[in-house]
């Protein structure tokens, strides 16, 4: 796992008092947390074991895992989940496996198998194939998704047998490139845009080769900027807070501004903070020309902000100032 400098974590004791005031149970911490994924079970699932482990009164992750696959999982505590959205909005790099001569009716290893052909396609078959999902391409989401039609998810209506009209969606398929190849199966490296679905690749891969297929195994190598080797599986969680407790968990949190470092930074001195912290305006000297970026009061993260056409920053997200 990949050492990375250890932050300052603020926490309130459980039971504190809100505004409103309701209690809010749980610490107060916030930052970003990378967990390795197990198979078998479902993010939100994982992000509660987490949540419970750091007793967090306030997570969300940031792009749902299916129970089959593996891999980064970002779970953001606290003001960190200011930030999310554009974890979601990041793009992915998967691994993935795809047997041929099955199809099911999940596109994974999950399903059941609904048609069976023989494989007859050699290597250069598959790489011909692949040719044809590079680039923007149209996707029609598999039923058993977390997409909702009139309010219910479509695994839901699936599962109750049930089939609803759904809309081909625009993705990006930035690589496509084949790793291994055994005859009956291959291995595959994804890297693509939010949204896309590798199991729906994998099933239109299948039937362009005329013998249908399916994924039997998927890890996610990257979200964003966060890769593989930076994540701690949940196991190993739990052996360091039994061991070293809460404090040497908390150690593994990076700062919420590490997920957004491919905006601009935008520096100031903390008299101009004070103005943005009250929802005002403000000018500062050396800003880019227009779009999103990264606040600063001197070197302490506080938000996002936005250029605006008059030249001045804006502030769009800011952070509560005893969590950043």
Do not use: W
């Amino acid at each position: 796992m990949v050492r990375t400098p250890r932050i300052r974590v603020t926490v309130r004791k459980r039971g504190t008092e809100l505004a409103a005031g309701r209690k809010q149970k749980g610490r107060a911490i916030s930052g970003i947390l990378l967990v390795d994924k197990p198979q078998g079970i479902s993010s939100n699932a994982c992000l509660q074991q987490a949540k419970r482990l750091l007793q967090a009164a306030k997570a969300g992750h940031t792009g749902a895992l299916d129970p089959l696959a593996t891999g980064v999982l970002p779970l953001c505590f606290g003001e960190a989940t200011k930030v999310s959205q554009f974890l979601l909005e990041a793009d992915k790099r998967y691994l993935t496996r795809v047997k041929f001569g099955e199809r099911t009716d999940t596109a994974d290893a999950e399903g059941e198998v609904i048609s069976r052909r023989p494989v007859s396609v050699s290597e250069s078959d598959v790489v011909t194939a692949l040719t044809q999902f590079v680039g923007q391409i149209e996707q029609l989401p598999p039923m058993y998704s977390a997409l909702k039609h009139k309010g219910q998810p479509l695994y839901k209506l699936a599962r109750a047998g049930q089939q609803v009209e759904r809309t081909p969606r625009l993705v990006t398929v930035h690589e496509l490139r084949l790793v291994s190849f055994d005859g009956d199966s291959a291995e595959l490296e994804i890297r693509c845009s939010k949204g896309t679905y590798v199991r729906t690749i994998a099933d239109d891969l299948g039937e362009s080769l005329g013998c249908g297929g399916h994924v039997t195994e998927l890890r996610r190598l990257q979200a964003g900027v966060f890769g593989i080797d930076e994540c701690v599986t949940l196991d190993a969680l739990k052996e360091l807070h039994e061991a070293r407790g809460l404090e040497a968990v908390d150690a593994l949190l990076r700062p919420a501004d590490k997920a957004i470092e491919h905006l601009p930074a935008v520096h100031m001195p903390a008299t101009t903070a004070a103005y943005m912290k009250q929802g005002q305006a403000v000018m500062v000297r050396h800003l880019p020309d227009a779009g999103l970026v990264r606040l600063y009061d001197e070197e302490e993260f506080f938000g996002m902000g936005e250029v605006l056409d008059d030249g001045r920053v804006a502030p769009r997200r800011l952070m509560k100032e005893d969590t950043r």
